[in-house]
């Protein structure tokens, strides 16, 4: 008897819940437009159907001209331990005392790897090293990082003296060609 009650309410809940109306949903309304524009009729075939929406307007943008200014970035050449290690760096290049100057030089350029100036120095202590191969690498790699021309002038210097100490005619004829330009 239990059984059979159970299963009878269970029924009555199961088609009483199926029996709820379902809540309407009401369309969105849709705003009429003021204007009713015709379709376009293009002669390729294509219907144009135009919209009108004031909000959009057409304004003209004046971009004005700027002087073009060469982009510097700031490579650490500001931080006083750099300012420190590269003046060490040049008295002992000036002594002649070309190992302290290059440990120096590595120090200044682990602070600031983008510095010309680091590169420049390391160079030109291979130079005097009598590691013409390396010394262009070192150039090389600060033509990347050189602004001025000043620097540019320099580096290509050096690559010119490694590329005669080399005997390689074609690096002296780029650096000689690349000096003419700057």
Request: hydrophobic fraction near 35%.
């Amino acid at each position: 008897m239990l059984n059979k009650t159970l299963i009878c309410v269970i029924l009555l809940g199961l088609a009483g819940c199926q029996s709820l109306p379902v809540p309407e949903q009401k369309a969105p309304k849709q705003q009429t437009p003021k204007e009713v524009k015709k379709d376009i009729h293009a002669p390729s075939g294509a219907v144009i159907h135009p919209y009108d929406r004031p909000d959009i307007q057409r304004q003209r943008i004046v971009i004005p001209k700027q002087q073009e200014r060469v982009q510097q970035f700031d490579d650490g050449r500001s931080l006083p331990a750099f300012k420190k290690l590269m003046q060490q760096t040049q008295n002992a290049y000036a002594k002649g005392q070309f190992n302290q100057a290059e440990d120096a030089a590595t120090q200044a350029q682990r602070l600031a790897p983008q510095s010309a100036e680091t590169y420049l120095y390391l160079a030109m202590i291979a130079n005097r090293k009598n590691q013409p191969a390396n010394a262009e690498a070192l150039a090389q790699r600060g033509l990347s990082y050189a602004q001025s021309t000043a620097m540019k002038r320099q580096l290509w210097n050096v690559i010119l003296k490694a590329g005669q100490k080399q005997n390689m005619p074609q690096t002296v004829q780029k650096a000689q060609h690349a000096l003419k330009a700057l």
